[in-house]
């Protein structure tokens, strides 16, 4: 049997600290390099929420499987929990972000002084205190599943006891039902609020595909980094293969509902919708087709056959395009309401910051993935896992 | 390949290969039994309701119905809706189960999508008859004509033209292709020269070769690659017909995925419904066992639960559009004159399939049955307060206006559910209501007798 | 790609006019020129024999599926003259029934009359019309129209009849004895003539003339006043104040049409004026009216003559004098005095009673206030209306007493009418002679011995003097389409001359009224002249002066200061904008018109208040027994005073024709006498409840705005200070107009309507005039109950504040047609598009009834033919027809520039395409632009108020541009960005916030 | 000419066992007739795997472009109307046509090229060696050349286990 204890090198967390250096500096060059405060807590925001949701997919990768009974992802299932770990982090600095000034700085509803008709009518909902709470309650519940989702996973493989098994399930069906709500509602607090007058059903859900697509990515990402370092190598072609199945029907299923939003608000042109896709036509339009493009044209076209799903050649660099891809797709989402159209850019604070935030992402799940075998070995379908293969 | 020894059987019983042959073969041999005779009778007697109604809805018009100049759509698009719901879940079992590796299905596929195909033929039956010069209804397809006149391509409705056709004809072959190896195996099995030679004719000529099999399995695979995706646009498609409108209630941007979730609830639900009666009375439970039903009704509560979540956004999003015409429309919904749709639609849709998070309720046959013919109907009422509901009180007042339906609407229904319950009936005569292949294929690593093959 | 298909008339056009430079060709080559030229279109090609192909293939469906050809199609042989395929003719003519008049333009098709509009050459009308003119076109093709003379019911020939009557009267008159000739109230000069003649001829002949909606408690009144019965003309468009006492001047009393022109103009602020009239109205049941009024207060109806006595005590208190007062009305008139006493010589008091003290004090108070000269005319006089209700209570006395020997009825229907009907029906068989000259057959014609059926006055000559000195003329605009005859003539006939009526009219004009008409310089070059204008008005005034006098009006306070108020219910007997009087009742279109204020059509019912109503614990539809006399379902009416009930009129006929046979109930039954007087108004009713409901076919059901700006509405006093008061939301919405794809631009035309929602009144002429021209199916009761009526222009009327004293607001909803129309859209089979002069446009014939459009309409305007109302649809024997209009003879009312719809189709407003095609092709074949105003659709050209305003939007100038540019100008629901080419005008109360 | 050999199994890994032993043994198998498809023929018999993939792809591809192609055409070349206003190309209104021809034309043209390609069809004639190999046999076929010995090769049939081995001949 292979080697499954994983040690994190010297060499690779300087790297990450190297990167989260960048990142630091990029933040100070943002404050004091006469950059717009607005520009640099929208940012921040941005950074902050993808990696936070990246763990969050992690999380939600290890619980819906088990809830599934799928066999085959438990060989790759402590790349999960690993991420899941970045939870803590993630929520400790939104709360900080929020509470240094974030949340007045790029909220226009925060300005409670001159608020408009519109917003008058929504005072019930986007008020501070109200908008603290439910920022607790999620990040509190997240963070506490992630934790006994974790801990009993490894009681799990070191005691064996399928009692462990069971609990397992019972925790997943409990984050899954609770994260089905919290997602959806945290991104109209912390994303779709950004615009307070715009509003659309779907937007959660948007949000959540956006997120499932890139978590995913980050994922083989991490799979393909570890096998590099020469781990994992009981992961084969056929998990490899059912990954970049999920990315490719994800990145699909998030180009689904792009259009169901953007046609249907196309379509009845209606003002009130229309604001939001008109501000971004008008001062993004760049952005507007990138994010379609990589998110959807590309993973699309590249993954569609079966090889290129089963090797790394393929399957990373698209994984990496698809992470892009969706930090794009977030920068759509926060920019034209928090900063706006002409203030907004591309620079130094935005690649910096974010080189920042993957290297602390990094440096805690590859850190969270030393703690404990790379492999559940007494998982009772781990075995499933190993003797799996495909035919198509 | 190896099975993890916690996992349930999905075949009961230790059967070899013949055995199941023998035992899924069984409901076509011989005369059909008392029960079966019954059964087309009445639901041949509903078809006939349902010609009538149709006739009176031709020849008299439209006026026939309870609709008005506010409400002009009601119990026919709520049924066609509700039919393409239903029409979902075969697609569904056969596709995305399958991509999704669910060795479950293989037991339920070949009868919900026969079941598919036939919720299909009867929701494609409402667009049509809800025209009101149907003879014209041919003006829908883009043909070249003197007038050098196209279609609207902007048209949630001719989109449905395309989507339900394409679904229907792509649904009729992924069924086929399935079947052709047991209709080979009917072919075999058969004893009277002129059903030998029918199932030979439609076979196709299966002989089983490794080329053939190897074949279809690839061209199995991506249709249901295509199917995943088709299916999924079908119901949004359908979604559309609302969602593009202006009308509150109807344009809202969750419609898209809500519906596709909801449509998988209801036909999971149908499925269940056919199913729990079918295995008992063709001696089937070894093949659909309660682990089957299980597994269905798992979906059930995630599908119900995602309709429940959409609904409950809807409303909050309504308040929170801070629109006075949406906040109305919501605000009538649970308070209007037809509030009483309303709960229905939550009480069955929201509240009972959460009953199926006990263990002891979705292993009990008799729970699930009502339970799935409860979602049967909250489903059905969804679909007539997204219809109905909003449309009777849309924007301005004076036009507000009240529905109720009339004895040929009634007709319509009941005549499609007398056509669809009709050809089950001779689906079950005619074709093996179990993929047997399929189950052979599985046998081995989920049958009962599996612990004797792999001792490892 | 060829372009060999004529994909609109656009394409038409093009083609046609290069020739129309070539030579300026008239009307008829041009068609032929144009039919040429299709037919050398260039032979077909390979894909043209596809396309024909494809077409073949699918021929069993579309034989089974095509319109069906006209039914009789018999082509001209010998073409006659004057008619022009395809071309309108026009004809001046005047509608008048004895109680509505009304100058008009007949416009005539192939033959047949089709519509009916306003004539603008009338002073007196100024192009109005009201729903019962726009309607009249109907009747000329009733079915139960009289179609020979008869004898007790079997057809005689008009010999037989002649000799027979005029033997018979001869008979009579020989023996002295008496002999009644029984008219409305005739204002044809040359009529009236005929009719001295007959009286000459017959000496013991008596000419009684009975009016329906009777004004003989003025008459009395202004005899005792000025020593002369008479009604004045009133002026509303000088009055600044009005002060109305349950007179429905907009709807039924005395000259509606005039006066809503008159009102009208003194309430728009467009055009830059920026002052309006004050309109107080004192009612107790709601009407039309009342409705409009900037102040409505509650009267109960018996209580008028108290508060008018207060009032005068009032007024007579500012002027320093003293004048007795009553106690128990519950209405402080101090501060309405004042208000009028400020108005003097500028204001108008008027009164709908039919009571003479009543209408002594109105002349008092407007005497005292100086409106005399001012907003009242003595010197020209209204000739209708000039009945005395006592001489019919004579005769019905004297017939039952056998003293009436003969009895010739033209034109009234007493036996339905009269409020004593069996007394008059018991009286008619103890006459000798009864002769009926009606047009359509009714109650009275079936009672007696001899009909004589008289033409429709579209089919008949004859003049009016309506006012003083307003003369008009009626000419036939078709053959007489049965064998029937002018009264006049059967007149002439009986008195021995045999004269035709229309050589008869002619001289009496050459010897009577040529004389006033300077400036001509042959009666030939002035008759062509004004037969052509259709109105002749000479400005004399009245021959006799009057003076007034106050004792009478003196003497009537004290009779009413010697009364008390009582506490009881009153019953308000009304004529409604529909059916009026019931002379019309057998016209589905007005049987059809939802009431403007109840929003109910085809019945009459019982508007009571909702705090009686909850008193008596009775809601809408159930059933209650009036003076044991009459059921009646109930309508519970928001603003009726509390203890007044109302009543209409016109409704129950029983013998005349479908539809109006058994239509609600007979009203008149209930009518009683205020001494000599028919009264309107019956104190001390009783009511009791009954078992049942019945239901009422009501076109609106829900009368809250919900709070949506859907009418925006201001008051002077704000409007003066900003003219955007009330239509703030605009301003704001403009701001938010975001949009995801560049507004459509529209080169050349882009066709709009603004609708001042100030000067619309509510009556109705426009949804009347809308199905005449655009041949809109009557659904019939049943249907309108399913909520399907067929109307494109509805009257959406909101109630808004207090249940029990709500105000009214109206506003008229067609097809918006929105440049971003979400029904457009939709329709899977292209049948609705947006024109590129802006117009949504409904392709009637690529329809397959989908009602996805009607679905997605917000404004719900669009209507599906739900059953085949019309007749058009390929399956024989599935009509619906219940109000009978696709006989072979209303059939003949079809406009033929507009498709009759057929089963299963969608229809709605066009903006009267064909009017707006027709106006471009006289543009063209002038060479010359299209020139504001000069395209009218059928609601604007009907409406009395002008509220209506019709153009292009690309013409900065043009009106409709101007209303555009108006800050009072709004969009219905602009929020949701359709983009609608209708606009509406902020409505603007002149009240007191 | 056109001589062969059937056997049979009873079991599929019965079956891959003694493929493996024939073949080692240097006899060909033409064909495996099973009633179900095995996991692990194709690469045991040596398989190509399928191009149906590619066929269904360029379907598609042609699908989605006739699709999207015609709606265009129609919009703004054929007879360009205003709908509510809308652009006359109307992308995201092309979508769901484009997409639904794509699925169509994927599926059909797939189908139809594994029907021509195995010469099935309604009605194609089967040859049917034994009437229990859609039931629960596994038989294989073996051809000989005229020249070969039979003998040997059903020698190695017995020694791998099959059953039922009998020499055939076509006609």
New interface residues.
């Given amino acids: 049997m292979e080697n499954l204890t994983f040690t994190l090198k010297k060499k690779t967390v300087t790297i990450f600290l190297i990167m989260i250096a960048v990142g630091v500096l990029s933040l100070a060059f943002g404050f004091f390099g006469g950059i717009e405060g607005k520009r640099v807590a929208a940012n921040l925001l941005l950074n902050i929420y993808y990696f936070l949701s990246m763990g969050l997919i992690g999380l939600f990768f290890v619980t819906v499987h088990t809830i599934a009974e799928s066999g085959w992802q438990t060989s790759v299932q402590r790349v999960g929990e690993a991420m899941s770990m970045f939870i803590p982090v993630g929520g400790i600095l939104l709360v900080l972000f929020f509470v240094l000034g974030g949340l007045h700085s790029i909220y226009p509803w925060t300005h409670s002084d001159h608020l408009d008709a519109i917003l008058l009518k929504k005072v019930a909902y986007l008020n501070e205190p109200f908008f603290y709470i439910r920022l607790v309650v999620f990040l509190g519940v997240w963070v506490l599943l992630a934790y006994y989702v974790r801990k009993t996973s490894l009681a799990l493989d070191v005691k064996g006891d399928l009692k462990y098994f069971s609990k397992m399930r019972t925790l997943s069906a409990i984050f899954i039902v609770t994260y089905a709500i919290t997602s959806v509602v945290s991104s109209w607090d912390w994303l779709m609020s950004l615009d307070p007058h715009w509003f659309s059903t779907l937007y959660g859900w948007y949000v959540f595909s956006s997120m499932l697509a890139s978590g995913f990515a980050m994922l083989i990402l991490i799979l393909y980094l570890l096998k590099r370092m020469g781990y994992m190598q009981h992961v084969n072609d056929e998990h490899m293969h059912d990954l970049g199945k999920y990315l490719f029907g994800f990145s699909i299923f998030w180009a689904y509902l792009w259009f169901s939003q953007y046609m249907l608000i196309w379509y009845a042109n209606i003002p009130e919708e229309t604001v939001y896709f008109y501000v971004r036509h008008k001062y993004f339009s760049d952005v507007f087709y990138i994010n379609l493009i990589l998110n959807f044209v590309v993973p699309f076209l590249l993954l569609m056959t079966r090889k290129s799903k089963r090797i790394f050649g393929m399957l990373v660099p698209v994984s990496i395009i698809v992470i892009i891809g969706h930090w794009f797709d977030l920068y759509m989402m926060i920019m034209p309401g928090a900063v706006g159209g002409e203030a907004s850019g591309f620079g130094i604070v935005e690649i910096g910051l974010t080189i920042g935030f993957l290297g602390l992402f990094g440096l805690i799940t590859f850190r969270a993935l030393t703690k404990a075998p790379l492999a559940p070995k007494n998982h009772p379908y781990f075995k499933e896992s190993l003797d799996y293969h495909t035919h198509y | 390949m190896y099975v993890s020894p916690l996992r349930e059987p999905l075949i009961k019983g230790a059967k070899d290969y013949s055995q199941v042959t023998k035992d899924i073969l069984a409901p076509m041999a011989g005369k059909p039994s008392k029960y079966w005779y019954m059964g087309i009778t009445l639901s041949g007697a509903a078809a006939l309701f349902g010609a009538w109604a149709t006739f009176m809805t031709v020849y008299y018009g439209i006026g026939t119905w309870g609709l008005n100049k506010t409400i002009g759509w009601a119990w026919d698009i709520t049924n066609f809706v509700w039919w393409v719901g239903i029409g979902h879940a075969g697609t569904f079992i056969s596709a995305i189960l399958l991509l999704f590796r669910q060795k479950w299905r293989t037991s339920i596929n070949r009868s919900a999508e026969a079941m598919t195909l036939m919720a299909i033929a009867c929701a494609g039956f409402f667009p049509l008859i809800h025209m009101g010069r149907l003879l014209l209804g041919f003006f829908i397809l883009p043909y070249p004509n003197t007038r050098a006149l196209w279609v609207n391509f902007n048209s949630p409705l001719l989109w449905d033209v395309f989507a339900i056709t394409t679904y229907l004809l792509v649904s009729l072959v992924f069924w086929y292709i399935g079947l052709i190896p047991d209709l080979g195996t009917v072919r075999d099995k058969a004893t009277g020269k002129i059903r030998k030679a029918i199932y030979g004719f439609l076979s196709f000529g299966w002989t089983g070769s490794a080329r053939h099999c190897s074949r279809h399995e690839t061209i199995s695979l991506i249709l249901a690659g295509l199917a995943a995706p088709l299916v999924l646009s079908v119901h949004t498609i359908v979604s559309f017909d609302f969602a593009t409108s202006v009308i509150p209630g109807w344009h809202t941007t969750i419609f898209p995925p809500y519906f596709v979730s909801g449509a998988v609830f209801s036909g999971f639900a149908m499925v269940l419904t056919l199913l729990i009666v079918a295995r008992k009375a063709l001696n089937l439970e070894d093949y659909i066992t309660v682990g089957h039903i299980e597994n269905m009704n798992k979906v059930i509560i995630i599908t119900g639960s995602i309709v429940g979540i959409a609904y409950i956004t809807e409303f909050f999003m309504a308040w929170y559009s801070g629109v006075e015409y949406e906040q109305y429309a919501f605000i009538n919904r649970a308070t209007g004159p037809y509030a009483w749709a309303y709960w229905i639609m939550m009480t069955c849709n929201v509240i009972t399939p959460q009953l199926f998070w006990f263990k002891k309720i979705r292993t009990n046959l008799v729970a699930t049955f009502i339970i799935s013919i409860f979602v049967n109907i909250g489903m059905w009422f969804e679909r007539f307060v997204i219809v109905v509901t909003s449309l009777h009180r849309d924007y301005l007042p004076s036009s507000w206006s009240m529905y109720k339906p009339s004895m040929v609407e009634v007709g319509l229904y009941v005549g499609t559910l007398g056509v669809f319950f009709t050809l089950f009936l001779l689906f079950i005569r005619a074709f093996p209501v179990i993929a047997i292949a399929e189950v052979k294929s599985v046998l081995k690593s989920s049958g009962d007798n599996k612990k004797d093959v792999h001792h490892e | ?1 060829e372009n060999k ?1 004529f ?1 609109s008339l656009e394409d038409l056009r093009i083609d046609t006019s290069r020739d129309l430079e070539e030579q300026s060709a008239g009307d008829k080559s041009f068609i032929l020129k144009m039919q040429r030229e299709s037919a050398a279109l260039p032979p077909t090609s390979r894909r043209d024999f ?3 192909f ?2 073949t293939i ?1 021929s069993a ?1 579309v034989a ?2 095509c319109e069906q050809p006209v039914r009789k199609a018999i082509p001209f042989l010998i073409q006659p003259e004057g008619i022009i395929p395809g071309k309108a003719s026009w004809y001046a003519s005047t509608f008048y029934d004895g109680t509505d008049y009304c100058s008009v333009l007949v416009k005539v098709r192939d033959g047949r009359p089709i519509k009916i509009e306003g004539n603008n050459l009338s002073s007196i009308t100024k192009g109005g019309t009201n729903a019962r003119t726009q309607a009249s076109v109907l009747n000329l093709y009733d079915n139960a129209r009289l179609k020979n003379p008869s004898k007790n019911g079997s057809e005689i020939s008009w010999e037989t009849a002649d000799a027979e009557i005029g033997g018979k009267l001869k008979e009579i008159s020989a023996r002295q004895g008496k002999m009644v000739l029984l008219t409305p109230t005739i204002i044809s000069p040359s009529t009236a003539a005929v009719i001295t003649d007959f009286v000459t001829a017959f000496p013991s002949c008596d000419h009684i003339q009975y009016d329906v909606l009777s004004a003989a408690g003025m008459l009395r009144a202004n005899q005792d006043s000025f020593g002369a019965p008479f009604i004045p003309s009133y002026h509303f468009e000088k009055a600044d104040l009005i002060v109305s006492f349950d007179a429905d001047f907009l709807g039924s009393w005395l000259s509606p049409v005039e006066y809503t022109k008159q009102y009208s103009q003194k309430r728009k602020l467009t055009d830059g004026q920026r002052s309006m009239s004050r309109h107080i109205h004192f009612e107790g049941a709601m009407s039309l009216t009342g409705s409009n009024a900037d102040h409505r207060v509650q009267m109960r109806a018996g209580h008028q003559k108290f508060v008018l006595v207060n009032l005068l005590s009032a007024l007579k208190k500012l002027n320093g004098e003293s004048s007795p007062e009553v106690q128990g009305t519950n209405h402080d008139v101090q501060e309405l005095a004042a208000e009028l006493f400020r108005n003097k010589g500028k204001s108008l008091v008027v009164s709908g009673s039919n009571n003479k003290d009543e209408q002594l004090l109105v002349n008092e108070i407007n005497m005292l206030l100086g409106n005399y000269g001012h907003t009242i005319d003595t010197d020209v006089r209204l000739r209708s209306r000039f009945g005395f209700d006592s001489r019919l209570t004579t005769l019905v006395e004297e017939m039952n007493s056998g003293a009436v020997k003969a009895l010739i009825m033209m034109d009234v229907n007493p036996l339905y009418d009269y409020p004593q009907a069996a007394a008059f029906g018991a009286g008619l068989k103890k006459v000798e002679l009864s002769v009926a000259l009606s047009v359509v057959s009714d109650e009275t014609s079936a009672a007696v011995s001899y009909i004589c059926p008289d033409h429709h006055y579209l089919e008949a000559w004859n003049d009016f003097e309506y006012k003083t000195g307003f003369y008009s003329l009626s000419q036939p605009a078709i053959r007489p389409i049965f064998n029937t005859r002018a009264a006049q003539e059967s007149l002439l006939r009986w008195s021995g001359n045999p004269q035709e009526y229309r050589t008869y009219l002619n001289s009496y004009w050459e010897q009577n009224i040529y004389s006033k008409a300077p400036g001509f310089t042959s009666f030939t070059s002035f008759w062509n002249s004004k037969l052509h204008d259709g109105v002749f008005e000479s400005g004399e005034k009245s021959a006799v002066a009057v003076a007034y006098t106050p004792v009478a009006a003196m003497e009537a306070i004290a009779r009413i200061a010697a009364t008390k108020p009582e506490d009881s219910i009153d019953l308000v007997l009304y004529a409604n904008v529909s059916v009026g009087t019931g002379k019309h009742a057998n016209n589905p279109w007005l049987q059809e018109l939802p009431d403007p204020v109840t929003k109910v059509c085809w019945d009459n019912y019982l508007m009571i208040s909702p705090r009686l109503a909850e008193e008596m614990n009775v809601v809408d539809e159930q059933l209650v027994n009036v003076n044991g006399k009459l059921t009646l379902p109930v309508v519970v009416q928001p603003g009726q005073e509390y203890k007044t009930v109302a009543v209409a009129l016109g409704y129950g006929r029983q013998q005349t024709g479908v539809p109006a046979n058994g239509v609600g109930q007979n009203a008149y039954t209930l009518m009683t006498f205020d001494g000599d007087n028919r009264s309107y108004l019956l104190s001390g009713v009783s009511l009791a409840l009954e078992a049942g409901n019945y239901p009422l076919a009501r076109t ?9 700006e ?1 009418i925006r509405e201001t008051s002077l006093e704000a409007y003066l200070e900003d003219p955007q008061s009330g239509n703030e939301a605009r301003v704001e ?1 403009k701001k ?9 631009k529209f080169d050349g035309l882009h066709w709009g309507m603004a609708i001042d929602l100030n000067a619309c009144t509510g009556c109705n002429a426009c949804v009347v005039a809308c199905s005449s021209e655009n041949n809109v199916p009557v659904v019939g009761k049943e ?1 309108v109950i ?4 067929m109307h494109w222009i ?1 009257i ?3 109630y808004k504040g207090d249940e029990h004293n709500p105000e009214v607001v109206r506003q008229p ?1 067609m097809c918006q047609h ?13 049948a609705t ?4 002069e802006g117009i949504n446009q409904m392709a009637y014939n ?7 459009c ?3 309409c ?3 305007v ?7 109302y019309t007749g058009a ?3 024989k024997g ?1 009509e ?1 027809d219940p109000a009978e209009m696709t006989t072979d003879l209303r059939r003949l009312v079809l406009n033929p520039d507009v498709t009759v719809r ?5 229809e709605k407003c066009s903006f009267c395409v064909q009017r707006i095609q027709e106006k471009k092709l006289v543009a063209k074949t002038e060479n010359r632009e299209l020139r504001d105003g000069e395209v009218v659709p059928a609601c604007a050209q009907s409406c009395a108020a002008e509220a209506i305003v019709f153009g292009n939007l690309n013409d900065k100038n043009s009106k409709v541009s101007q209303y555009f540019a108006s800050e009072r100008n709004y969009h ?2 602009e ?5 609608p080419s209708v606009g509406y005008l902020t409505k603007v109360k002149n009240k007191t916030v | 000419m056109n001589k062969y050999i059937t056997a049979y199994y009873n079991d599929e890994e019965d079956l891959l066992k003694g493929l493996k032993q024939i073949k080692s043994k240097g006899v060909e198998v033409a064909d495996v007739l099973s009633p179900f498809p095995v996991h692990g023929l194709d690469k045991a018999l040596g398989m190509k795997r399928s191009r149906l993939t590619r066929v269904a792809f360029t379907g598609g591809a042609i699908g989605a472009m006739i699709g999207f192609g015609f709606q265009a055409w129609v919009f703004t070349q054929a007879y360009p109307l205003n709908f509510g206003g809308k652009p006359f190309l109307a992308v995201p209104s092309f979508i769901p046509v484009t997409f639904e021809m794509a699925v169509l034309f994927a599926a059909f043209s797939m189908v139809f090229a594994f029907l021509i390609h195995n010469k099935l069809g309604p009605g194609a004639a089967a040859v049917i060696h034994d009437e229990r190999i859609t039931d629960d046999r596994f038989l294989l076929v073996v051809k000989v050349a005229d020249d070969e010995n039979t003998h040997t090769i059903e020698e190695v049939l017995n020694e791998a286990g099959a059953h039922g081995i009998t020499l055939k001949k076509k006609n």
């Fill in positions: 790609m298909y994909k596809l396309k024909a494809g077409f699918a469906a089974s599926s609106q059901s829900h009368h809250s705005m919900e709070g949506r859907l919405l938010h107009m975001k949009t995801m794809y560049p507004e459509a249907q399913a909520s399907r009526e509805r959406d009327r909101y909803v929105c440049d971003n129309a979400p029904c457009e859209n939709v329709c899977p089979v292209a598009t947006h024109s590129n690529r329809c397959i009834g989908t009602r996805y009607a679905n997605n917000p404004y719900k669009r209507r599906f033919n739900f059953l085949d649809d390929t399956f599935n619906y057929a089963k299963g189709v969608i219905l629901l929020e949701i960005h359709t983009l």
